[in-house]
């Protein structure tokens, strides 16, 4: 690499580095707002294949059907489910007063309570105030994230070549390259987390529904939803109706346990595998421990985030730094041996 290659890519990781140090969470919007190009651009990719109309007109396409179907569910589907998580927040308080009853009658859960100070994640006075403040925040972040997904969907040369220009011209080849493998490890892991998702919310309905258990319809969104952070969303998404449970005794609560347990194994080694064979794949204690390290550092935005990071990192590293790289150095040192 050249001095002025060097100087390039200094310049664009200090730039970077002073970004994510005095506004953390820009770069995570952008971010997100480049999976949701990704996610408008292999919808409208795949309708120009199977009408012949051309990826252009297919995003088209996709996007008024999305907006058709947004706004089927607000004027049909959005009432049920809306009632269905009125009664889920109204039935949870009696559920927690069970489970303190539960937690009072044994002395060991007793002492777990002592050491956990739980009114201090309750938010109260200003707290409250900051909480709807923060609810404003993420609306505002929503907007933020589509309309940059939309304009990048729209027109991805265009920043895709922004990008390539800050680059010295003998390394723009491989940064173009690297920014192709990042846009596909990206539809790759949103193929895989939509079909996870539709297949735990499914299977989690249907199985609810046979235990006779109540609120199966919200209780299986909200299962489907949290799969998107994986190995640690699908246990959030079992408390509520695990709380619901109580209601019906022990017996029913672990039949509920069972429930998403099997889901969650089906998921794990019969959809997901399945559908990694072609894509990324990421190993569970690495994405557990990155999520942990993106919330620690940028919070609930960090810790959503960080599984589609993570493997945009893991391509890029596979295939441009092992590969070619590490891998490659080694070719030419072969070959000229005895």
Known sequence: MTRRGWISVLLIA??????????PQ???LIFAGVLVAVFLRGGGAGIGRMTGIGGGWGLVVFMLLLLALIVLFFTNAS???????AQL???LPTAIDRLERLVNDNPWMQQVRQRIDLESLIPSGMGALATVSSTVGILGN?????????????????YRRGVVALIAPEMRPRVQAMLLDAGSALRSWLTAQFASMAVIGVL???????????????????????????????????????????????HTVAL????????????????????????????????????????????????ALATPLLAVVMTLA????IADYLEGAQAPSTSSSP
């Open 14 to 23: 200090a730039t970077v580095i002073a970004v994510v140090i005095f506004a």
């Open 26 to 28: 820009v770069p995570l």
């Open 79 to 85: 009432q049920a489910l809306f009632q269905q998580f």
């Open 89 to 91: 927040l109204s039935q």
């Open 142 to 158: 929503m907007f933020l994230v589509a309309f940059i997904g939309i304009y990048c969907a729209i027109s991805p040369g265009i």
């Open 204 to 250: 989690t309905f249907i199985g609810l529904s046979i235990l006779g258990i109540p609120l199966a319809l919200i209780l299986a969104v909200l299962a489907g939803i949290a799969t998107f952070v994986p190995n640690i969303g699908p246990v959030v998404a079992a408390v509520p109706a695990v709380l619901l449970g109580l209601s019906q005794g022990p």
């Open 256 to 303: 509920i346990v069972g429930l998403y347990v099997i889901v969650q194994a089906i998921e794990s080694y019969l959809v997901t595998p399945r559908l990694q064979q072609e894509l990324v794949s990421l190993p569970p204690a690495l994405t557990i421990s990155f999520q942990l390290m993106l919330g620690y550092l940028f919070g609930l935005l960090g810790f």
């Open 318 to 321: 596979n295939k441009h730094y």
